[in-house]
């Protein structure tokens, strides 16, 4: 074939595929927005998307939050400053890990779950009845998850904020030897809002990005069973893509307000 | 073709209707009336594009070209707005049941009347209850998911929720295949009723030419996303087409080839 046109299929292939997902997100959007809004369903969400990705969450978040503590210690003795592992801690889990790991965990586990869910709904011409039973499926289907994502992941990122601290607490104490409450006093001693708010902020708009991949993908979904696996893999890949991108710009937004 | 023809604005006027897949043709210049309070079947080989034109109607596909009119108003590119409310007059049986298997039996005959129509849970649920019976169906199916069911269940409890909100216009795509002998003539029957008793139009498609007879006012064959034949039921064994011909008597030799490699 042409190199000339490959690249010029590839290109407008990639202008299409913007294009949908623009329009794609400003539908997702406006029924998330206007009424009727199906607090049931969202509700339901809510439980599948947040509670239930607690534990995963809740253990990346204790595993993280204990290795940083080791890691720091290491590092900082090499300049005297292993009074720093506290305040390092907290920083790092609310600012960066405790959502980044966290919405990452969630990428796989909801992004997955949406694409194949609303994917096998696609293929088995479940959406399609949807529409001929007067029910929009934006509002029906897309909606409601984006809503419960969006709201979710900032409560589910701040118990995993907590728990992280706590596993770099327990390091703290029982292995490297600080004593308990001057580890604590150095937590919150340096501790600043923005510290959580950032973080909070970014696990918002990471729950936004996981249910919109996820949905996306799902109804974009074509040819049966191998179109729903492919969908679900690149509901997870590209939620992760975004997630790891919009971080970088969010770190980059509070940095320049700073 | 010899009845008399109405002037009236028929319920469906599909011109000329094109439809196709990337390089393939599906719909190929498609023409078909479905006068107001009658039951057009449509006859035809498997892939000759029966399916798409139901969803074309529906606004579910996109034809390039062509024209289709509800009630004398254009849909094809109509705005979301105005075509929820072309399909809210609609019910429709689709050929692989697409039930909502997150939601049990009940739940999704009522969900036309639920969601689509603001009913409240209670009164819908009767409602389902009662379309459930009609299809043969007792309420304890009506609390299992429809993973529970059999194929040929599947489909009653699609052709229930089809006929739950009384539509004005219901599509039914192959309503009796997988269906026993005895059933499927219940659900003929029920089809009838439909059109005599709610007054529906309906658009159904099969290849069960018992069942043709049965429920047709009017028959039309189509053939390489072509309308090649279209009359009133009673014309459908001499209508002078071979391919009609073949196609009721079930022949393999005849105008329409088979894509298979004899042996
Ligand atoms: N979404 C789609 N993408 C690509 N091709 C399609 C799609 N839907 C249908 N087709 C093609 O259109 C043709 C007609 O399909 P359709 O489902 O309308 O057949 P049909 O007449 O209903 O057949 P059957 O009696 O077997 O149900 C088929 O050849 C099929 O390959
Ligand atoms: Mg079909």
Same mark, same amino acid.
């Given at each position: 074939m042409n190199p000339l046109a490959v690249i010029g299929h590839v290109t407008l292939e990639f202008l299409a595929q913007t294009g949908r997902l623009s329009r794609f997100t400003a539908s997702s959007v406006s029924h998330s927005f206007l009424?009727?809004?199906?607090l049931r369903l969202i509700m339901r969400q809510m439980l599948a998307i947040g509670w239930f990705s607690l534990p995963v969450v809740g253990l990346t978040a204790l595993f993280t939050g204990m290795v940083l503590a080791l890691q720091i210690y290491i590092g900082s003795a090499r300049f005297n400053a292993e009074s720093a592992v506290a305040s390092i801690v907290v920083i790092g889990i609310t600012r960066e890990l405790g959502p980044v790991l966290g919405g990452l965990m969630v990428a796989g586990r909801v992004a997955s779950a949406l694409a194949a869910e609303i994917g096998t709904m696609r293929v088995t011409e479940q959406i399609d009845a949807l529409t001929t039973l007067s029910t929009n499926p934006f509002k029906y289907l897309v909606a409601p998850r984006i809503i419960a994502a969006t709201l979710t992941l900032p409560l589910l990122i701040l118990i995993a904020d907590i728990i992280g601290v706590m596993g770099g607490y327990l390091i703290g104490t029982h292995?490297?030897? $600080?004593?308990s409450g001057t580890y604590l006093k150095n937590t919150f001693d340096f501790m600043e809002t923005v510290d959580v708010v950032s973080g909070l902020v970014k696990a918002a708009v990471f729950g936004f990005i996981v249910a919109l991949m996820g949905c996306y993908h799902g109804f974009h979904s074509k040819g049966g069973a191998q179109g729903v696996g492919k969908a679900t893999t690149d509901a997870v890949v590209w939620s992760s893509i975004l997630i790891l991108t919009a971080d970088y710009f969010i770190t980059e937004l509070f940095f320049a307000g700073k | 073709m010899s009845e008399t023809v109405s002037t009236a604005v028929p319920k469906i006027a599909m011109r000329d209707v094109q439809k196709r897949f990337g390089s393939k043709?599906?719909?190929?210049?498609l023409t078909l009336d479905v006068p107001r309070g009658q039951s057009v079947v449509v006859i035809g080989g498997s892939g000759t594009g029966k399916s798409v034109m139901l969803k074309c109607v529906l606004g579910l596909l996109k034809p390039e070209k062509g024209s289709i009119k509800v009630d004398g108003d254009?849909?094809?590119?109509?705005s979301p707005k105005d075509r929820e409310k072309v399909l809210r007059k609609f019910g429709m049986l689709f050929q692989g049941s697409a039930? $909502?298997?997150?939601?049990?039996v009940w739940e999704n005959v009522a969900f036309g009347l639920i969601?689509?129509?603001?009913?409240?849970r209670g009164a819908a649920k009767k409602v389902a209850l009662d379309k459930l019976a009609q299809v043969g169906?007792?309420?304890?199916?009506?609390?299992?998911?429809?993973?529970?069911?059999?194929g040929g269940m599947q489909k009653r409890v699609a052709l229930a929720r089809a006929i739950a909100a009384e539509p004005e216009i219901i599509f039914f795509?192959?309503?009796?295949?997988?269906?026993?002998p005895i059933m499927a003539d219940v659900i003929n029957d029920l089809i009838k009723a439909c059109v005599q008793r709610l007054g529906a139009t309906t658009l159904s498609i099969t290849h069960d030419m018992a069942s043709a007879r049965k429920i047709a006012d009017r028959v039309a064959m189509i053939y390489k996303g072509k309308i090649v034949w279209e009359g009133a039921v009673a014309e459908v064994d001499h209508s002078g087409n071979d391919y009609v011909d073949q196609f009721i008597n079930g022949r393999?030799?005849?105008?329409i080839r088979m894509e298979v490699r004899r042996a």
């Open positions: 009424p009727p809004i199906y292995k490297l030897g $600080f004593n | 043709v599906v719909l190929d210049g254009e849909v094809i590119g109509m039930l $909502f298997d997150s939601l049990k969601q689509g129509r603001g009913m409240d169906l007792n309420a304890d199916v009506g609390n299992l998911s429809p993973a529970e069911l059999s795509d192959e309503p009796t295949t997988g269906l026993d393999a030799d005849g105008p």
